[in-house]
């Protein structure tokens, strides 16, 4: 609301007023209470804004008015929300059949396996298969575990910007269109078009991106200064920066065509749909393969449950 209002240019002592309730009136009047003493309206409304809001304000506030700032960020916010969402809907499912089937295989290892056995011994059979049986579901048990704590690994690098931008560069080496790849593109021409919009050039751009904490974008931008610096040309830096190679092309057609912010939007909206449909892919094959173990305990507690009857047959 407080974006929409400072937008249509209302005064802000005005906006304060019809904003204030019970509930924000206090954080209200301490802000009206720095602006007397001399204070911008920003300083002032940072350190009431939201946890989220402020890596993305502190960069933002540099080259957009006040208004336009708080609806990025929000917009910002939004997108990432929707990205959480999007992969907790298509990867806590798979991880949960992946934790139900190394649970469902230790189980079987602890007490299937040794009452097979020991119904076996009762009735004097031995059989042969038991145990490659049971060094092929501790080879699936290691496999599941070591998987497990490769995306455990994976998930807590993704939110430490340096181990992210780590990842994405060894991401790159197997594919310059890993998914991987394009999800960290995809954010960093979001941030990108929004400077170039508000009339920076590319250096000031980079230096404000190195500024924005706790995101990829800061350590990228950092790069590629580093590169500038060095002599390199703005393509050659981009070509050595683990980047989506095809948000590449966008900016390299975009320097001849003077119409970057376009090039940008539409890279953005074309990786989108691309990210999404390979991250549902990549969920189904999980799910495909959690399956196929789940079938393969099913049938091997039928063996247990059919046991008594064989080995009679067999007598």
Known sequence: MLSTLLSQHYAVDFIFELIKDKRNSRFIEAIEDQLNHGQTIAMALKPYLPHAYRSYFDGLIQVLPLDATLTQCDALIQTKKKQR??????????????????????????????????LADSFHQSLSWITP????????TIGLMLILCIVAIIAILLVIPKGLLGLMRIAHRLSSHHLLVQLVSVDFSVYFNLCLKAGLSTIDTLQLLSSIHRSIVAPLANALLSRLE?????????????????????????????KAALALDAYGQVTTMTIARKSTRMAKIIQILCYGCIGVLIICIYQVLFLPMNIIANM
């Open 85 to 118: 969402q999007f992969w907790i809907k298509h990867t806590l499912p798979s991880i949960g059949l992946l934790l139900i089937c190394l649970i469902g295989i230790l189980l079987f290892r602890s007490f299937g396996i040794p009452m097979i056995q020991s």
């Open 230 to 258: 060095k002599g390199d040309g703005f393509h050659v830096a981009l070509s050595v920066s683990g980047l989506d190679d095809t948000l590449i092309k966008f900016l390299t057609l975009s320097e001849y065509s003077g």
């Open 133 to 140: 049986l049971d060094h092929a579901l501790l080879g699936l």
